[in-house]
């Protein structure tokens, strides 16, 4: 899905955000900013947005890892054309095994990533075993505003409004629907934080995002 989505990736995910995805990225780096990362792993990094946001923390190196070879292919020519090449590395894997060894990185981000695996808990003991022991996570992913009238408005636009844009531009019939559903199956909330400590991870925290469409989760080993 995601291969066939890639040329236009980006373009629908600021377009039908209205630009607020790269706010959440942003405040989610400057969260990340307090541990000082040297090593980073940027888990589901698509395109590299996230990645790239990484970058202004001056880390040491910042290894790009997903399963589509086409978007990554869209982060590479986006990062050459930064000039970051030398701090930024592509890699393609599947993060629920992934072949790093075990206490690599100082710090794993992961945005609108986790909500993709196929089985959420062997994924986040992946991010725990590549963890230095002291490493964080910092996951920025959807969740569900609870209170009226922000819950009923975001119901409208996700489920009516954004599959039909997201069709129409990426020509995709899925994708756009398969979003929102994804979303509300979601664990989000405490229920997140509880796989998390489950897994292994403690000082577990979270910041709610505009009205509670994005939380950013912190955990550390
Ligand atoms: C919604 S995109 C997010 C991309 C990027 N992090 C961002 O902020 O825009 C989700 C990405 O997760 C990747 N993905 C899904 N399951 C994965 C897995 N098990 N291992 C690695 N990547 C995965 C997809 O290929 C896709 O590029």
């Known amino acids: 899905m995601f291969d066939n989505i890639a040329p236009k990736y980006d373009f629908l995910n600021h377009f039908l955000s209205l630009g607020i995805d790269r706010v959440w990225r942003k405040k989610a780096i400057r969260i990340l900013s307090e541990y000082h990362p040297g090593q980073i792993l940027d888990v589901a990094t698509g395109t590299g947005d996230f990645a790239i946001a990484a970058a202004q923390i001056n880390p040491k190196k910042i290894i790009g890892f997903d399963l589509s070879e086409k978007m990554l292919d869209v982060g590479r020519a986006k990062v050459e054309r930064l000039k970051m ?4 590395e592509f ?4 993060s629920e095994a992934m072949p790093f060894p075990d206490k690599q990185f100082d710090a794993i981000t992961v945005a609108f990533g986790v909500r ?4 959420l808990e062997s994924g986040l003991k992946e991010f725990f075993r590549v963890l230095k022991p002291e490493g964080v996570a910092v996951i920025l992913e959807f969740s569900k505003p609870k209170y009226f009238p922000m819950k009923q408005l975001y119901h409208f636009y996700f489920f ?4 039909l844009i997201g ?3 990426s020509k995709d019939s899925s ?3 398969y979003l929102p ?3 509300m199956a979601f664990p989000d909330d405490q229920k997140f934080l509880s796989v998390l400590q489950k897994v292994g991870f ?4 979270q910041k709610r995002l505009t009205f509670g469409i994005a939380t950013i989760y912190l955990a550390q080993k």
């Open 85 to 88: 090449s030398w701090l930024i």
């Open 91 to 94: 890699q393609k894997g599947d």
């Open 116 to 119: 993709n695996f196929e089985n």
């Open 160 to 163: 009516r409004i954004l599959p």
């Open 167 to 169: 069709r129409m531009v």
């Open 175 to 177: 994708a756009y629907s």
């Open 181 to 183: 559903e994804s979303v």
């Open 202 to 205: 403690s000082n577990t925290k």
